[in-house]
């Protein structure tokens, strides 16, 4: 059984809709990949703040 944690940024343009399509896709690869049936992929959405990412030393809100 594949999970998937999908690790980005929040996002206000980023709508239920983006992610319904984000999950199916990544669903429909890892069951032609793995030869696994879709209920049985997992997936995870974090979406993590920008004041809690950080790239070079700078916080990515600042």
Do not use: C, H, Y
Not at 5 to 23: A, C, F, G, N, Y
Not at 27 to 54: D, F, G, Q, Y
């Amino acid at each position: 059984m594949p999970f998937v944690t999908v690790k980005m940024l929040k996002s206000k343009e980023r709508d239920i809709q983006v992610k319904r399509k984000l999950v199916d896709e990544i669903t429909r690869v890892m069951v032609s990949t793995l030869n696994v049936k879709p209920e049985a992929v997992w997936v995870n959405i974090e979406e993590v703040e920008r004041e809690n990412w950080a790239e070079g030393g700078k916080l990515l809100a600042d």
